[in-house]
């Protein structure tokens, strides 16, 4: 009995204990520590669902960083930041690989392309994901017999070659290859700029650089070797062969296909030393802005067609928008979603009647849509599934 009271005592006495301050301080800490790995363990859940969904179940991949100075920074402080990054921007590097390049594009843009294609990709090779894929799978699929040349360091390595192995696998000639930027600005009015840029005695902007390195790699590829340009966020629904020096209209005015008021540059079609391009590459050099959005790019191309029109006008054509913008950046995101009408259904048909018979291709405005799921049964999960040669885990 005497035992019985003790270890009530003692039970008494441990549960007053445990009142304390302390142990209730320690109690509470040890539960929210609980409650904070619980949620980390689930956002680690989350993001591997989130990055690893299908195709066209889900296009939304890693954000990529962009490489560019503070909004808010001064010129000088660009300057200097470019400076300090100069190592990260593959374009201003030289090695033996890109010393090759010129030959390297001779070698496999043969005689035997039934349509010379390039592509740019000045980002890491870890960025090129599922949407990337599907543009390079696109052209594949309309130009059995074309080449594909994917200007990029970071893609020429094991690692681009594993992306690009189920395409090349298949036959299709799909290459990638790193470039001199520097030699092949050379004779052209943009190579002062660019060692300007190189030295870090010109301002970079806000915006990043990469992309406007882009828009100038493109012209000067198309000026030295002649071919198409597309971006990697174009989908190829139509064949080019037979196209020629010709630039797309992304807005006319209304009622007017031949009355343009903008033009883009996310497709190109040029002859090798075409005088258009050499003027873009002026304009470039002269007239460079990199704290506005699109003026080394569409805004560029626009000014300098609407200037020389009148002189060079016939050397090149101007095509309206249905040829490579079919749809503008809003009308498109109807696209991604399922039909859910009769009138939705009817509208679906007529979109992909004109992508797949009157355009050349549709541009996905990946800066815009990049987020939007491309629902099964949509407009774009329909024409994916069109134009794919590999169609892996494609969705119908």
Same mark, same amino acid.
């Given at each position: 009995?005497?035992?019985?009271?003790?270890?009530?005592?003692?039970?008494?006495?441990?549960?007053?204990?445990?009142?304390?301050?302390?142990?209730?301080?320690?109690?509470?800490?040890?539960?929210?520590?609980?409650?904070?790995?619980?949620?980390?363990?689930?956002?680690?859940?989350?993001?591997?669902?989130?990055?690893?969904?299908?195709?066209?179940?889900?296009?939304?991949?890693?954000?990529?960083?962009?490489?560019?100075?503070?909004?808010?920074?001064?010129?000088?402080?660009?300057?200097?930041?470019?400076?300090?990054?100069?190592?990260?921007?593959?374009?201003?590097?030289?090695?033996?690989?890109?010393?090759?390049?010129?030959?390297?594009?001779?070698?496999?843009?043969?005689?035997?392309?039934?349509?010379?294609?390039?592509?740019?990709?000045?980002?890491?090779?870890?960025?090129?994901?599922?949407?990337?894929?599907?543009?390079?799978?696109?052209?594949?699929?309309?130009?059995?017999?074309?080449?594909?040349?994917?200007?990029?360091?970071?893609?020429?390595?094991?690692?681009?070659?594993?992306?690009?192995? #189920?395409?090349?696998?298949?036959?299709?000639?799909? =290459? +990638?290859? /790193?470039? &001199?930027?520097?030699?092949?600005?050379? !004779?052209? *009015?943009?190579?002062?700029?660019?060692?300007?840029?190189?030295?870090?005695?010109?301002?970079?902007?806000?915006?990043?650089?990469?992309?406007?390195?882009?828009?100038?790699?493109?012209?000067?590829?198309?000026?030295?070797?002649?071919?198409?340009?597309?971006?990697?966020?174009?989908?190829?629904?139509?064949?080019?062969?037979?196209?020629?020096?010709?630039?797309?209209?992304?807005?006319?005015?209304?009622?007017?296909?031949?009355?343009?008021?903008?033009?883009?540059?996310?497709?190109?079609?040029?002859?090798?030393?075409? #005088?258009?391009?050499?003027?873009?590459?002026?304009? =470039? +050099?002269? /007239?460079? &802005?990199?704290?506005?959005?699109?003026? !080394?790019? *569409?805004?560029?191309?626009?000014?300098?067609?609407?200037?020389?029109?009148?002189?060079?006008?016939?050397?090149?054509?101007?095509?309206?928008?249905?040829?490579?913008?079919?749809?503008?950046?809003?009308?498109?995101?109807?696209?991604?979603?399922?039909?859910?009408?009769?009138?939705?259904?009817?509208?679906?048909?007529?979109?992909?009647?004109?992508?797949?018979?009157?355009?050349?291709?549709?541009?996905?405005?990946?800066?815009?849509?990049?987020?939007?799921?491309?629902?099964?049964?949509?407009?774009?999960?329909?024409?994916?599934?069109?134009?794919?040669?590999?169609?892996?885990?494609?969705?119908?």
């Amino acid at each position: 009995m005497e035992k019985d009271n003790s270890n009530k005592k003692s039970l008494s006495e441990q549960l007053k204990h445990t009142n304390s301050p302390m142990f209730s301080t320690a109690i509470f800490a040890f539960i929210m520590l609980l409650v904070v790995v619980g949620t980390i363990l689930s956002n680690m859940s989350l993001e591997s669902t989130f990055f690893w969904t299908s195709p066209t179940s889900e296009v939304i991949t890693m954000e990529r960083k962009p490489l560019a100075p503070p909004k808010n920074s001064t010129s000088r402080y660009r300057m200097a930041w470019l400076r300090s990054h100069l190592e990260e921007f593959e374009a201003f590097k030289s090695t033996n690989l890109s010393e090759k390049f010129h030959q390297r594009v001779l070698e496999s843009l043969n005689d035997e392309c039934e349509v010379r294609f390039f592509m740019t990709w000045f980002s890491p090779a870890d960025y090129f994901g599922k949407r990337e894929f599907l543009a390079v799978e696109s052209v594949f699929k309309s130009h059995p017999q074309g080449c594909l040349m994917i200007v990029s360091g970071s893609m020429d390595s094991p690692q681009g070659s594993t992306i690009l192995k #189920p395409i090349s696998d298949l036959g299709y000639k799909v =290459f +990638a290859a /790193t470039p &001199d930027v520097s030699s092949l600005l050379e !004779n052209t *009015p943009a190579k002062t700029w660019f060692q300007e840029m190189k030295s870090c005695k010109r301002d970079p902007g806000r915006i990043p650089l990469s992309q406007n390195l882009s828009n100038l790699a493109r012209l000067a590829i198309l000026y030295k070797y002649g071919g198409v340009y597309l971006d990697t966020d174009f989908i190829v629904t139509r064949s080019f062969k037979g196209l020629k020096n010709s630039i797309g209209a992304q807005t006319v005015v209304e009622g007017d296909s031949k009355n343009w008021t903008r033009l883009n540059n996310a497709v190109l079609v040029f002859e090798k030393e075409h #005088p258009l391009v050499y003027s873009f590459m002026e304009e =470039f +050099a002269t /007239t460079f &802005d990199g704290n506005r959005w699109g003026h !080394n790019g *569409p805004y560029l191309v626009t000014r300098v067609v609407q200037r020389v029109e009148e002189t060079i006008g016939n050397s090149f054509t101007v095509l309206p928008p249905v040829a490579f913008y079919p749809f503008n950046w809003i009308d498109i995101q109807r696209l991604f979603q399922t039909p859910r009408s009769r009138n939705e259904t009817t509208l679906l048909k007529a979109d992909l009647i004109k992508l797949n018979r009157i355009s050349y291709g549709l541009h996905l405005w990946n800066k815009i849509t990049k987020k939007l799921k491309i629902e099964k049964g949509s407009a774009i999960d329909i024409s994916i599934s069109d134009h794919c040669v590999v169609c892996k885990g494609i969705q119908r």
